[in-house]
């Protein structure tokens, strides 16, 4: 294993899926002075959230332990996708508060929505950038005429 072998992509995602996995126990709404983490707050999109910070946490294990790109690839394709998906569901229950509309919004929430953004981010990155620390460098091909005919 290599964190050498880590970039900005993945140590964006890896951080933002650990601050996802936090956000979930912060709390997300209160009301008067009664706070709702994440958990109790969400039925089914908090199990979303935890596989979404898995599966950045798992971007960074992949880029540090594989040497060919094809797992790191798919892992940032599903990354920079899941995490997207994870951001919108982030904002609606941020616009669309549960049961009553007399709760506010509080920080878990909001550390959730940046959460996901630089999970997604982390993903973008770890896709547009193709090149790995700790490899040697491609082989030049060697370059020869056409053959005549």
Same mark, same amino acid.
């Given at each position: ?14 951080? $933002? ?6 956000? =979930?126990? =912060?709390?997300?709404?209160? !009301? ?5 983490? $994440?958990?109790?707050? =969400? ?44 951001? !919108?569901?982030? !904002? ?15 920080? $878990? ?24 620390? $700790? ?15």
């Amino acid at each position: 294993m290599g964190v050498e072998r880590l970039r900005a992509g993945e140590w964006l995602a890896a951080a $933002g899926g650990v601050a996802l996995l936090v956000s =979930l126990f =912060l709390p997300w709404y209160g !009301l008067l002075g009664a706070d709702v983490s $994440g958990f109790e707050a =969400l039925s089914v999109i908090d199990l979303l959230l935890v596989l979404l910070a898995l599966l950045a946490l798992a971007l960074a294990v992949l880029q540090a332990t594989q040497n060919t790109p094809a797992m790191p690839v798919a892992a940032g394709v599903l990354t920079a996708t899941f995490g997207k998906i994870g951001a !919108l569901l982030v !904002l609606f229950r941020i616009i669309v508060e549960p049961e009553s509309s007399a709760l506010e919004v509080e920080i $878990g929430a909001w550390v959730a929505l940046a959460a996901t953004v630089a999970i997604t981010a982390g993903g973008w990155l770890s896709l547009m950038n193709e090149h790995v620390r $700790g490899l040697p460098p491609d082989i030049e091909p060697e370059l020869r005429p056409t053959p005549a005919a």
